[in-house]
């Protein structure tokens, strides 16, 4: 089972894309920096690794079991890549595993939050997908706040080591809102 995602979506002046081979020079660009990979899972690319991970991924529109999709953040003004959001479809289809880096420019401009906003939305137009869930590092307030702003609750800690430092990694979840909440209202008529 795959899950197709109805791209492209906006919300403001972020808009949530398909990467494209196109964005490697803004994408090279923030996976390279060392500052931004600090709490991602993934550690600083070279120009030559960013131009093979973009040709594996440029285009993916599909959420597939077991696998990661990653999606560009782009801002609709320009189309810019400023950064992107990983989406893992668990084997059963039921929980979409979310991840997002943005590029250190367009940090603290509600780009991220709207991203995370609109990838939540992708995710739950498929009735299988019943829960987000998200991890950070507990050094991490600004996805902290992000994660919370956006829907998520926490849901556990672990501690662990990461990138061979001792660490807490925080668990979040933000269930499918109630079919009432994610339905829009009649043409003319307020709630």
Known sequence: MSLALSLP?????????SLRLADLPAFAAYRADPQVAEFQGWTPMDAVQARRFLAETAGATRLLPGQWVQLGIALAATDELVGDVGLHLAADATVVELGFTLARAHQRQG???????LAAGAAFEHACVVQLRARTDARHP??????????????????????GRPCTELAFVRPRPPLSAARPAAPGRSR
Request: glycine share 16%.
């Open 111 to 117: 780009h991220g939050l709207r991203a995370v906003g």
């Open 9 to 17: 979506r906006r919300d403001g002046p972020t808009v949530l894309r």
């Open 142 to 163: 600004a996805a902290i706040t992000l994660l919370g702003r956006a829907g998520f609750a926490p849901a556990g800690s672990i501690d662990t080591v990461f990138k």
